[in-house]
Each structure stands twice: as structure tokens, then as C-alpha cells.
T-cell receptor, first 111, second 115 residues
Framework: QKEVEQDPGPLSVPEGAIVSLNCTYS??????FMWYRQYSRKGPELLMY????GNKEDGRFTAQVDKSSKYISLFIRDSQPSDSATYLC???????????FGTGTRLKVLA | GAVVSQHPSRVICKSGTSVKIECRSL??????MFWYRQFPKQSLMLMAT?????????EQGVEKDKFLINHASLTLSTLTVTSAHPEDSSFYIC???????????FGQGTRLTVV
């Protein structure tokens, strides 16, 4: 079993839709949960990170962590064509910075 | 977020030559830097972790004599691909993390093509 599982997509949605991106992980020792956005041929850009179970909101983005289910989500409200990218979840334990990345979900928002 | 600058963004080199890629943290001190490799439509594969002033720790299967990593200061790490071959062609990305913060910030990536 992979340490982090992420549906690779592709996921196509119409502009304005709510997008739900998800990852599951296997090791309960993981404590930090990140979401990165990567445009084609660019480095990943940090969108959000969370530490504990619950929700964290930043503009149109909401990150959700459920440690009991080992399940993390990123919701994008009012999706825009400019949100079209690959979204990577990443998790790590405290103090190591050694991230485990999901495979990434390719999202396409259609105008 | 913090800024990490990676240079060059694109390089083409001849087989057998060496290529150096630089990664700089511009507005924070990076105690730890990471080097990743990414194949098309795949996720990031961690190659090595480097701490300032220490030898890099390489992941299993990564040849340390081929991928030389130097982290001489808190703002600069370099990756040198020695005796490059076409199979080394890939997208290489660095990231940097500062002491006490869990976030790591990525450079723009370097597309290496070995001909």
C-alpha cells in the first residue's frame, strides 16, 4: 500500500463548479498536510497547509483533514479556468520536512 | 509565501558533460533543501535531502556520485549532474524549508535535456 493515495484524474468541471480533491494516507504518524498547485512545466506552489483535524479556509480554497479516517481534502469554490493545474497533496511528520507526495490530480476547469 | 529561485530554468547539454543547477532561498534561511525529479505526468520523486554544512542524504536508488549536491550556505544549494546521459533528461525541482516552519517552498524547476 502506498503511503499516500491520490486519484490522478483528469478531472474536468465547468467554470463556477465546486471542486473536491482528495488524498488518503496510511501512517497515522503524519502530522502536517499540504496542498500544492503545479502548472505545467513549473515548480509546485504551496496553497495551504494544515496541522490538525478540521477545516482551514483561504479565499476560495478550503483544506480539510480527518485524521481518524486518514483522509484529506481540498475544496475549490467558484472554480475558474485559471485553476486548471495539477494539485498535489503532501504529508510529513513533525521536524523532518521529508514530504510524501501524492501522484497529483489533474484538474481542468472549462470556460 | 517565501521565494525560492532555481536556475537555469532550461538547459540542453551534450552526453558526457556535467550540468550544475542552483537553488537559492531569496528571503529566508533554508536549513534544509530537497532535490526532486519529476517525469511527465508523474509526481515528484525525492532524490536527496541536504542540510547546510552537511553531506546530503540520498534516497535509495539515487547515485550520489552522479548527482552531486552541495549545500554550502543557508541560501544556496547546488545539484550537479555529472557525465549526463539521455536517460538523465528530466524536470529537476528543488525545495527549501526554514527552521521551525513545516512549509517547504519550491523553485521553478529546471528542464534538463541531454542530447
Amino acid at each position: 500500500q502506498k503511503e499516500v493515495e491520490q486519484d490522478p484524474g483528469p478531472l474536468s468541471v465547468p467554470e463556477g463548479a465546486i471542486v473536491s480533491l482528495n488524498c488518503t494516507y496510511s501512517n497515522s504518524a503524519f502530522q502536517y498536510f499540504m496542498w500544492y498547485r503545479q502548472y505545467s512545466r513549473k515548480g509546485p506552489e504551496l496553497l495551504m497547509y494544515t496541522y490538525s483535524s478540521g477545516n482551514k479556509e483561504d479565499g476560495r480554497f478550503t483544506a480539510q483533514v480527518d485524521k481518524s479516517s486518514k483522509y484529506i481534502s481540498l475544496f475549490i469554490r467558484d472554480s475558474q479556468p485559471s485553476d486548471s493545474a495539477t494539485y498535489l497533496c503532501a504529508i510529513t511528520t513533525s521536524g523532518t520536512y521529508k514530504y510524501i507526495f501524492g501522484t497529483g490530480t489533474r484538474l481542468k476547469v472549462l470556460a | 509565501g517565501a521565494v525560492v529561485s532555481q536556475h537555469p530554468s532550461r538547459v540542453i547539454c551534450k552526453s558526457g558533460t556535467s550540468v550544475k543547477i542552483e537553488c537559492r532561498s531569496l528571503d529566508f534561511q533554508a536549513t534544509t533543501m530537497f532535490w526532486y525529479r519529476q517525469f511527465p505526468k508523474q509526481s515528484l520523486m525525492l532524490m536527496a535531502t541536504s542540510n547546510e554544512g552537511s553531506k546530503a542524504t540520498y534516497e535509495q536508488g539515487v547515485e550520489k556520485d552522479k548527482f552531486l549536491i552541495n549545500h554550502a550556505s543557508l541560501t544556496l544549494s547546488t545539484l550537479t549532474v555529472t557525465s549526463a546521459h539521455p536517460e538523465d533528461s528530466s524536470f529537476y525541482i528543488c525545495s527549501a524549508a526554514g527552521q521551525g516552519n513545516p512549509e517547504a517552498f519550491f523553485g521553478q524547476g529546471t528542464r534538463l535535456t541531454v542530447v
